[in-house]
């Protein structure tokens, strides 16, 4: 019997999370390279959930199979994964941050090249590509998707360089924003990150095989050993001939972003030396510090709020009790119930431990607040199982202002915090307290003194919207429509 399914979004509260950006994986040199990129975007789905992709080289060919959906049921097919032949093979797990969601934007982007083939799998967004690709266009370039990724490929393709690595550095000299790179050609694989490194990519080793992901944890799951991060600036060209690597850019202060130590990164994950896990729980901590309450126990928004919400009991010595309880069953399908029943949604994710806390005085520790839907059905929650008090405190400073390096953010009307101060989210919410970390002190949990304003060492223009490169699209954005107001008025 067949059950008619329809589509719903991994989080039941409205997606009322900063979506993460897109995770890429990158093999050189394995027999059967297209089923160990498989194993590490697994690793890598909580990245993008929304579609995946695997381009691989057999010395002769190209082997591509995009499809939407997550790795497994797409990539778990002998069929699929034994039509991806050969030893290099790159993939792709992806969000749409710059167009839409379909098949036609889903990554390895692949193109003929006058020097051979070339893909492209893309982690970031190029917050210059709708200027890029006017010109682009006007000169003669046919776009076949609405990915920023294709720009890449087309100044690849017009530059006036001769050689490959020349034509890449020649590209990326004049794209703006924030990219991590692995590129497929008939030659071997590139891998590169922008000049402030503001997308992770790591590199590994697993015997004579060199590896690229962006998280280690997908080293982890494939065995292979953790080597280095790319460098902000590096492009690293993996050969039969070694390893190369080359930095073409001028140096700067880097800016990876800060918000995979609060929630993007997985918690086993290491980013930037530190233990994702242990700089969570430092966070947590630092958080009962400045913002202190009295209850009876500490309880995370299940998962993201779990490492906090440990170092936040610790540092508090109050309990830590698991009062939300998350099913791990729910996926992006699901039987369709009657619209008379779909408010409780909500209930397929999460319940609340109704015995712990009748009756009892709680803190509840999450990572962020960004619409506040979120936050409003869970302290709801918690009120109908009987808490006498909820008060929530969140593992990092409001989030104000919308981002253009490769997250899909609300628009910034949208954020609560930026529409609200405090005390109205609080209300908002229902809850009995609300409290931020402050940006000091997220930077305090990653063991520096505080953010530095002259030279702040991460990007953080989500809390603080000093963002670390032009926004030509969205200046020309803001321009337009003041031209329209103007014209209006």
């Known amino acids: 019997m067949r059950h008619m399914v329809a589509t719903i979004t991994t989080n039941p509260f409205d997606d009322d999370k900063l979506r993460e950006e897109c995770g890429i994986f990158g093999v050189f040199n394995t027999e059967g390279a297209a089923a160990m990129v498989a194993l590490g975007l697994h690793a890598l789905q909580h990245r993008g959930q929304e579609a995946a992709g695997i381009t691989s080289f057999d010395g002769e060919e190209f082997h591509t199979h995009r499809a ?54 893309h982690n970031g967004n190029i917050s210059n590509a709708t200027y890029l690709r006017r010109g682009l266009v006007g000169r003669g370039s046919i776009f076949q998707s609405t990915s920023d990724t294709e720009v890449i490929i087309h100044l690849v393709a017009t530059s006036g360089q001769r050689a490959l690595l020349d034509r890449l550095i020649d590209a990326l000299r004049q794209v703006e ?15 590169c990150r922008d000049p402030l490194g503001i997308r992770p990519l790591v590199m590994g080793k ?13 080293l982890d799951i494939v065995g292979a050993e953790f080597v280095r991060s790319v460098e902000p600036g590096e492009i690293i060209i993996v050969s039969d001939e070694g390893i190369r690597s080359h930095k073409p850019f001028m140096r700067t202060q880097s800016r990876a972003c800060i918000f995979e130590h609060v929630y993007f990164s997985r918690p086993d994950s290491i980013v930037d030396g530190n233990s994702v896990y242990s700089v969570r729980k430092a966070i947590g901590a630092q958080l009962a510090r400045e913002n202190p309450v009295d209850v009876d126990y500490v309880i995370p928004v299940p ?12 540092a508090s010595g109050i309990p830590f009790e698991l009062g939300i309880i998350r099913s791990h069953y729910v996926g992006r399908t699901f039987i369709q119930p009657g619209d008379g029943v779909r408010h409780l949604g909500v209930k397929l994710k999460h319940n609340a431990n109704r015995n712990l806390v009748a009756g009892k005085k709680i803190v509840l520790i999450d990572d962020s607040i960004v619409r ?4 409003l059905k869970i302290v709801q929650m918690m009120r109908e199982a009987g808490a ?86 969205q ?8 031209l329209k107001l103007h014209a209006v008025g």
Do not use: W
């Open 68 to 121: 939407m959906g997550h790795v497994a049921g797409n990539f778990d097919r002998e069929d699929v994964i034994g039509a991806l032949r050969g030893q290099v093979a790159a993939g792709h797990v992806r969000y749409s941050t710059t167009g839409e969601t379909s098949l036609r934007n889903v990554q390895p982007l692949f193109a003929e090249l006058s020097t051979g083939g070339f893909a492209v799998a």
């Open 177 to 191: 924003g924030a990219y991590s790179l692995i590129c497929v050609t008939s030659e071997g694989m590139i891998a």
């Open 206 to 218: 697993l015997g004579d095989s060199t590896i690229f992901a962006s998280e280690t944890v997908a």
């Open 303 to 314: 998962d993201s709020g779990t490492p906090a919400a440990i170092g936040y009991a610790e």
């Open 372 to 375: 506040g839907t979120t936050s």
């Open 388 to 473: 006498a008090e909820v008060h929530m405190r969140i593992a990092s400073p409001p989030t104000m202002h919308s981002c253009y390096y490769g997250v899909d953010t609300p628009e910034r009307e949208k954020l609560l915090a930026h529409r609200l101060n405090i005390e109205e989210m609080r209300e908002f919410i229902h809850a009995d307290s609300l409290a931020f970390l402050t940006i000091d002190g997220l930077y305090r949990a990653l063991g520096e003194s505080g953010r530095d304003p002259s030279r702040p060492t991460h990007c953080d223009a989500c809390f603080t919207g000093e963002y670390p490169t032009s926004l030509t699209d």
């Open 475 to 482: 200046d020309e954005i803001m321009a337009a429509g003041q």
